[in-house]
């Protein structure tokens, strides 16, 4: 992570300047500033490049300051478009976009005195997002080609108030960059015990953490999620992860005091397709079929990392869905944790599986007060919405409305899908409760209608909890489209996105918190 500064407008001795230019502005503060140390080289060469601090514009200026004169060595200009439309999100956008053109340098310092703390800290977070790399299996790169970047000092009127906006950001950025690595990660190397391994990494934040194994899976009667494991060597996880800041848990052993809220991810360390194996070409991809889970292990991170007054579990389903001579076969049935069972048609539809007994495990043990679920579910997703939404699914308009707000907010957008009892007959068997496919049509629509026969209901054995009748408030995010991008989005570089931890985060933040 970069490490971010903020300090009083002075003029930088050296290193990178960044300079964010609203639309049609003349140059303020340190702007101004720089400009008559620079003896007007600054405004000359911005005039010249037709610069007009239109959003997505920008504008280098190589060795601005006259000979023997400190100063910056370059000035990056970046625009922020309109400045009555200035918001956080352009900020950011403007932040992610100035990062590329500034990481071959050691420090970099932001003229951001013209902009109000909270944007400030927004740029920041558009930089810290961006400078996201996982360079961790490269050991034969030149010096030269490696980024340099280190520190970013940011100029502010209001140092104390720019200061404390970034504090909760940053942990939020430290936890889409934990989703990321995890993400990004191989499979040779991230497999269910090593993920669980990371989860257990969280307990230094103050998240209490358990992990189930195989044995407490088939006591628990989780037939779903043991089907999709058997053909891999490498045994199921399951991590129970709570972050109880409303009840003051922070570590030590406590329970929660209400309901909680849930966030439930698919965990499919790498998803071959088992004995419905898939093609070769592009099956790499499917190391990210764990994108679900790292959200969710990212956003614990991040609540824990900002000390968020709320009572939150997230638990993760953890497996490799292979083919062996143990393997899962079409046509088998197996019997999952809530009782109802399933016929497998297909055994690369694995991942409505797992999610199953993860689903009524945590409300069986937990009656949260809502229920999220994050999964790289369908490609029928990425055929619907393409790589700019995540699939949206609830059974409540109040929690898919928190929701698609706190995409709008955050950039990770969610587009509302349908559901009905329509689409839940595509999934009807012959000779079990259901089947774990419903054909082509609609397909992301019957994965989810296949989730919500595991909402409430519960398997009836405690009356006392939300599961075992009432109204659970659910949402499933299919984000197989949003988890990983080919092409630099303006705070995501190329690679896994961390999609769904700040969209959370933020959704915990405007409704969740007491
Ligand atoms: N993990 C895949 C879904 C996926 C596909 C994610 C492409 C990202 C990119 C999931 O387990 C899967 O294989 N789904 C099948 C379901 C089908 C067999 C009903 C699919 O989408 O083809
Ligand atoms: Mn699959
Ligand atoms: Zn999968």
Known sequence: MLDITFVKPAL???????????????????????DAAAGGAVKRALDAADFKGRKGQSCTIWAPMPDGAA????????????????????????????????????????????????????????????SYRFGRYRTTEKEDDKPKLERVALATGSVPDAKAAWAPMRAVADGVFLARDLVSEPPNVLNPETMAERC?????????????????????GMGAILGVAQGSVNEPRIAVMQWLGASGGNGKKAKPQGKP??????????????????????????????????????????????????????????????????????????????????????????????LADVMSYCQDRFAPAAMVDLATLTGAIIVALGHENAGLFSNDDELAARIVSAGKNTGEACWRMPLGDAYD???????????????????????AQFLQRFVGGGNGKDKDKGAANGHVPWAHLDIAGTAWTTKDLPSVPKGATGFGVRLLDRMVAAHYEG
């Open 425 to 447: 007959k595509q999934i009807k068997s012959d000779i079990a409760d259901m089947k774990n496919v419903g054909g082509r049509p609609g397909g992301s629509i019957s994965a």
């Open 261 to 354: 809220i849930a966030f439930i991810g698919k965990g499919v360390t790498f998803d071959t397709g088992g004995i419905s194996i898939k093609p070769a070409g592009g099956m790499e991809d499917m190391k990210f079929d764990m994108a679900g889970g790292a959200a969710v292990i990212g956003l614990m991170a991040a609540l824990a990392g900002r000390r968020a007054k709320v009572d939150a579990v997230g638990l993760v389903g953890m497996v490799e869905n292979m083919p062996s001579g143990n393997a899962q076969r079409p046509g088998d049935v197996v019997k999952t944790m809530s009782g109802k069972t399933v016929e497998v048609i297909n055994t690369d539809a694995e991942g409505r599986l797992v």
């Open 200 to 220: 257990q990494d969280l307990e230094k934040l103050g998240v209490q953490v358990e992990i189930l194994g195989p044995k407490e899976m088939k006591k628990l």
């Open 12 to 34: 930088p001795r050296g290193g990178a300047l960044v300079l964010p230019v609203a639309e049609d502005s003349a140059l303020g503060g340190l702007g101004a500033d720089l």
């Open 71 to 130: 100063g910056p060595s370059r000035i990056v200009a970046v625009g922020l478009g309109k400045a009555g439309e200035l918001s956080a999100e352009a900020a950011e956008a403007a932040g992610g976009g100035a990062l590329p053109l500034v990481r071959s340098e050691k420090e970099a310092t932001v003229a951001a005195d013209a902009m109000p703390p909270d944007l400030a800290a927004a740029f920041a977070m558009g930089m810290a997002l961006r």
